[in-house]
């Protein structure tokens, strides 16, 4: 079993930035592939971020690359979310997830609570 709690969220006007953090217990973390998901008021949730076992693979949805940057300190059992360039329409609550495999991609096995992340315009 993998205990996931998010922390980090807050209010930020439009361009500006925010870190999200994802601490983990349990499970190794080291061999757990970790993502970010989102989900928007009146949608569905929407994968955000991945990143591998090691960090050396990492994945993101179109809407966020080039902004958003995820990365992981297995020492700390961590996951971060380096959010900038924020926009009103990342608006969401933002969730952490874990995958019993080293590698991301497929459906993840645990969820955090969420974080909620507001971007005023």
């Known amino acids: 079993q993998v205990q996931l709690v998010e922390s980090g969220g807050g209010l930020v006007q439009a361009g500006g930035s925010l870190r999200l953090s994802c601490a983990a217990s349990g499970r190794t973390f080291s061999n757990s592939a970790m993502a970010w998901f989102r989900q928007a008021p009146g949608k569905e949730r929407e994968f955000v971020a991945a990143?591998?076992?090691?960090?050396?693979?990492?994945n993101y949805a179109d809407s966020v690359k080039g902004r958003f940057t995820i990365s992981r300190d297995n020492a700390k059992n961590t996951v971060y979310l380096q959010m900038n360039s924020l926009k009103p329409e990342d608006t969401a609550v933002y969730y952490c997830?874990?995958?019993?495999?080293?590698?991301?991609?497929?459906?993840?096995?645990?969820w955090g609570q969420g974080t909620q992340v507001t971007v005023s315009s």
């Open positions: 990143i591998s076992w090691n960090g050396d693979g990492t």
């Open positions: 997830a874990a995958k019993n495999s080293l590698w991301f991609g497929g459906s993840y096995d645990y």
